[in-house]
């Protein structure tokens, strides 16, 4: 471990965790007797999905809008995001006093948009194929002296990394860790964390078929940069991972796999039906790759994160009812 | 308080308590800045749609086939029910080795149907409308040799009231307490365990208004019957409350309230939106009454029990579409 030569420390996790103590939701651990069969392993599900605002993204927005000093505060901040981050920094801009405007791809959920704007903030909406997203932010910010606060940012993935914290904490050692891969932001906060509380614990990211820049990139040790893809998993349309993410990743993640889009489809309905829970196809990803077996990790305790909730009513119908063969327990 | 002249006591409910440990699900409480606003109170819902084979039923019927002696189980359980209470019985059964007969009207949701048939349990339909249940159970019981596991049982309701004895040692104290009544064992036993952990806590039974045979049986003394009463409330579709429940409502609830169809459609709709739950009608009719504001409990802290999760996947969607106008925070 070298963890003094990366941007996220397991002290600034800690740090991170004062910060969130009594204001984020510390969410539940669920574990289903089908999704073990499925998995032929013992699941632990981090439902993230119940997190403030619908999704881990809480944890990260918070801790970074927390961490700003006085003036920062006095200024605002600024955000690009496709939804859940988006949300998050409202949300968390609104409790702490602050003004928040967050740049948005005009494809986001409508759901997504609503709740950002819900919580207050001020959405500037951009076209993903046409623009450039970091011109256009970086342009705001000057204008408007705010602070950016994006996905890649020590305090963010310090942020993340508590959601693994609290998973280790309370169902103990796991064998392997699966953490879905937009960013990389929850992917490299919480690899710092299994690095720290469970030093053998396989780390392992998700990434949709559709896009596999981080599976690239992590392969490969330089940052793939690839066009917008195409998956109902919006968060995780992301073209590339950020620069503090891919050194956490070399240091501490054995692989990343890819799920396709049929597969979160299926995990969704398999959520709702069995296990009762609103997940969103990006919070599908780990669970995806976990119930299909994508490793042999037979027997062992393996934790998931599901890392939110936040879909379209009617885009969570249709996914439900497009299916007319439910997973079977094997 | 005069537990001892009523069919269950705290006492078999710490027994119940037992025979569950690590068995049942010790099923997570959500609780939901938005829902809080809703009601104007602290809110906390025990979540017993995540309990396994998806309800709380899982709780009474493991406890009761577990108090069997050996001749009673080999000679295996019937019941009858239209969903829960069959798929509970049938898992429970099949988890203590036993086999079981569960008597079903032909109009129980097929998701419950097939669940209870996967778990090994033989189906008998019958017509809500023409058949007589009780005399078709008692038929078979004399014929096959079974025993009957009714939902007015003792080990059923003592089993039943752990859900709110876990409520009440997580949560702490709680000024009201909000549960569905079908036949009325959740409830019974539920108030029983806060008559015992919370002697202050107000009880109230919650029920399709289409139904009111608990209300109008709580207020009047008898048990009123009435006709099978049309709701989306399956679970609930109840003519008559249990002869054993009867005196525990009487000595233990301060009241029965009742909520509309539309109320739950709503109240599954915010479950699914905003709380990233999938809870079926009946399981929506505590939290409905308390979202709604029935009583005046301001600033409040409230339980609910959540009863169930079991619905089919396109009656759900359905639900999640019928609406134009989600709830908005007041």
């Known amino acids: 471990m070298i963890d003094s030569q990366l941007a996220v420390s397991y002290d600034d996790i800690l740090r991170a965790a004062r910060t969130l103590d009594g204001v984020a939701q510390r969410t ?21 999905n119940f997190q403030r605002a619908g999704a881990f993204k809480f944890r990260g927005a918070y801790n970074a809008i927390g961490c700003l000093n006085d003036e920062g505060r006095r200024n605002g901040v600024v955000t690009f995001s496709s939804g859940n981050h988006a949300q998050a920094i409202a949300l968390a801009a609104r409790l702490l006093d602050v003004s928040a405007t967050v740049i948005m791809p005009s494809d986001a959920p409508t759901a997504k948009q609503a709740a950002t704007r819900e919580y207050g903030a001020e959405i500037i909406l951009y076209d993903r194929e046409k623009d450039d997203r970091e011109e256009l932010t970086a342009g705001i910010v000057r204008e408007r ?30 064998q392997y860790l699966f953490v879905c891969v937009g960013g990389g932001g929850l992917l490299s906060g919480s690899a710092i ?31 793939v940069r690839i066009p917008v893809p195409t998956t109902i998993a919006d968060g995780a349309r992301t073209q590339f991972i950020g620069k503090l993410v891919l050194p956490i990743l070399r240091e501490h993640v054995r692989d990343i796999v890819t799920v396709s889009d049929a597969q979160l489809r299926r995990q969704m309905r398999f959520f709702a039906e069995r296990m009762k829970i609103v997940v969103e196809p990006t919070g599908c ?46």
């Open 28 to 48: 539940p651990v669920l574990t289903s007797h089908q999704a073990d069969a499925h998995a032929n392993a013992r699941v632990f599900f981090k439902c993230e």
């Open 145 to 174: 002296g705010l602070t950016l606060i994006p996905f890649d940012h020590p305090e963010v993935i310090a942020g993340q990394g508590t959601a693994a914290k609290e998973l280790f904490e309370e169902v103990g050692p796991l």
């Open 193 to 223: 964390a299994a690095a720290h509380l469970a030093p053998d614990c396989v780390v392992i990211g998700v990434e949709p078929e559709a896009g596999n820049d981080a599976q690239q990139s992590l392969r490969s040790g330089t940052i």
């Open 285 to 330: 990803l780990a669970s995806a790759a976990v119930l299909d077996r994508v490793l042999d990790f037979s027997g062992a305790r393996v934790g998931v994160i599901v890392s939110g909730g936040n879909i379209d009513t009617s885009v969570f119908s249709d996914a439900l009812c497009s299916f007319s063969s439910p997973l079977i327990v094997r």
